[in-house]
């Protein structure tokens, strides 16, 4: 390798515990040099006070934070607050999201897509932030169709995206077919594959169930067939999702942005494998 540039999500820890977890985490990920630290942000801004703590600490702490900013459930004021405190605190990247539905409550709140949220952050601040968008190799679950997907990816760069990070994916033909699509459809910003590292089996089965990312038949059946013995089944974890990078850099991809789960251990190792 290597002049890829690389970026780490974390969520906002609910405990001081987890606070100081995350410290650790961001210690230990920070000899990567990472271009910025993205926060989430939970559904219907219910982490909104931590999120924001935990990207006001990131940026106290040197290193460029982008925050999540989901648009479900939440008013025009409510998100225009939340970028005037952004700008007062030198943020100067977004991740710009739909957003989650709170379970059990029906969708509400002044924006109904993305790409309008894209558009008043642009309307409300100019170019003061790079925002930062979705994307779907293997498309969203809500989608009615794959070229409807790109067209609605196309609608929030139009809006004033200046690029896209993708859901996690396993498969590189996905991500490489997808891009060849995005631009014969127009899209020509930076989109960065998202990298999800592998830690068990079912919590793996669970995100991909609702986010829709496809786990290939042949890494699911060699994945259980580790059963309890979590320390193999890591390691050629890392040596799947190194080889997915490595595949991914060797033809061109941006960056690379990986999903931490506020864990620095197995990222290290993956990283370290394709800096080789």
Same mark, same amino acid.
């Given at each position: ?75 025009? &004021? @409510? +998100?225009?607050?939340? =970028? ?12 710009? %999201? *739909? ?113 829709? &990312? @496809? +786990?290939?038949?042949? =890494? ?12 193999? %089944? *890591? ?42």
């Amino acid at each position: 390798m290597n002049t890829t540039t690389l970026s780490f999500e974390f969520f906002p820890p609910k405990t001081a515990e987890g606070m100081d977890n995350l410290r650790q985490t961001r210690a230990e990920l920070a000899q990567f040099l990472p271009e910025f630290y993205s926060v989430t942000f939970g559904a219907g801004g219910s982490t909104r006070d931590r999120t924001m703590d935990t990207v006001y600490e990131i940026q106290q702490e040197g290193f460029q934070a982008a925050p999540h900013i989901s648009c479900v459930s939440s008013s025009k &004021a @409510e +998100i225009r607050d939340l =970028l005037q405190a952004y700008q007062a605190h030198g943020i100067k990247r977004l991740v710009a %999201l *739909r957003g989650d539905v709170p379970s059990g409550e029906v969708s509400s709140g002044d924006f109904k897509y993305a790409a309008e949220l894209v558009a008043f952050i642009r309307a409300e601040t100019g170019n003061h932030f790079h925002i930062e968008v979705a994307a779907y190799p293997e498309f969203h679950p809500e989608a009615r169709t794959p070229a409807a997907d790109i067209l609605n990816l196309k609608r929030k760069i139009d809006a004033g995206a200046n690029s896209a990070i993708t859901q996690y994916f396993y498969n590189p033909d996905a991500y490489f077919r997808f891009v060849e699509q995005c631009a014969a459809t127009g899209i020509h910003v930076p989109i960065v594959p998202g990298i999800m590292p592998i830690y068990n089996i079912t919590q793996l089965a669970r995100f991909s169930s609702i986010c829709g &990312a @496809e +786990i290939p038949r042949w =890494l699911k059946l060699r994945l259980e067939e580790y059963g309890d013995d979590m320390a193999s %089944l *890591r390691a050629f974890g890392i040596d799947v999702v190194s080889e997915l990078c490595e595949t991914l850099q060797v033809w061109g991809a941006p960056s690379l942005h990986f999903y931490t789960l506020n864990r620095s251990g197995v990222i290290s190792n993956i990283i370290k494998n394709i800096c080789e």
